[in-house]
């Protein structure tokens, strides 16, 4: 994996104690990610290509919502999650399970300022979108 100077920026600097005044965080290497979590436990991943950063938070299990009601949470996600600031979603599969997620994309260039914005903005988007979509099985 070639690092580029941003993820050694990330990763060996001494990071600021929070992304924002209200959030502390603690990161990680994870393989050839970063692994971000913040003090409600939310987590996010840092995902270095050659031309974007991406930023990506698991939601939840597509499992958690009943198989017939998925194409009408795909259909409300679609037409309302423009709602949140630099955050969109997505069905990604982790460990072999389908997971709704967020996530936001940067290019590589970006300063880590921009990318420490990018976090701090998913991380305050997560809560809603949970209220607004998680529908989990009682």
Known sequence: ????????SLYSRPMPSSLSANSQFTIEKNGD???????????????????????????FPASDIAEKERAKLNETILKTHMVSPLTSMAINTINGEDYYVAFGALSVDSKLDVVIEEVDVLFANVPDLLEAYWFKEQ
């Open 33 to 59: 990610s970063l692994a971000v979590t913040n003090e409600d436990g939310i987590d996010a991943f840092l995902y270095f290509g050659a031309q974007q950063i991406t930023v990506i938070s698991p939601l």
């Open 1 to 8: 994996f070639p690092y580029t100077t941003l993820f050694r």
